[in-house]
Nanobody
Framework: QLQLVESGGGLVQPGGSLRLSCAAS????????IGWFRQAPGKEREGVSC???????DYTDSVKGRFTISRDNAKNTVYLQMNSLKPEDTAVYYC?????????????????WGQGTQVTVSS
């Protein structure tokens, strides 16, 4: 059974850092693009970042220069390093996986989703 499990969320002060992990089980991430999404209370879910199976990346404008997505296929895990966090980054963060994009691209439509991890940025 394909499963994605996010971890690493928590409470952090503005300007702080967190690293989210997305661990896959039941399948190999090698051929999957992975996306990170977030949903704040009362807002629609938005795509934050994605990484192709070959390592190409994309970021939404609001996180460029602050967030870094990476993958470790040996550990079957994708990471989202979040630095210089702001209160507006507060949301539930989800990872998702899909094979539709081939090797070099990633996007923001996915078939397989994790359960989410809460990130709260507050003083």
């Amino acid at each position: 059974q394909l499963q994605l499990v996010e971890s690493g969320g928590g409470l952090v002060q503005p300007g702080g850092s967190l690293r989210l992990s997305c661990a896959a089980s039941g399948f190999s991430l090698d051929y999957y693009a992975i996306g990170w999404f977030r949903q704040a209370p009362g807002k629609e879910r938005e795509g934050v970042s994605c990484i192709s199976s070959s390592g190409s990346t994309d970021y939404t404008d609001s996180v460029k220069g602050r967030f870094t997505i990476s993958r470790d296929n040996a550990k079957n895990t994708v990471y989202l390093q979040m630095n210089s966090l702001k209160p507006e980054d507060t949301a539930v963060y989800y990872c998702a996986a899909d094979r539709r994009y081939g090797s070099y691209w990633c996007g923001y439509e996915y078939d397989y989703w994790g359960q989410g991890t809460q990130v709260t940025v507050s003083s």
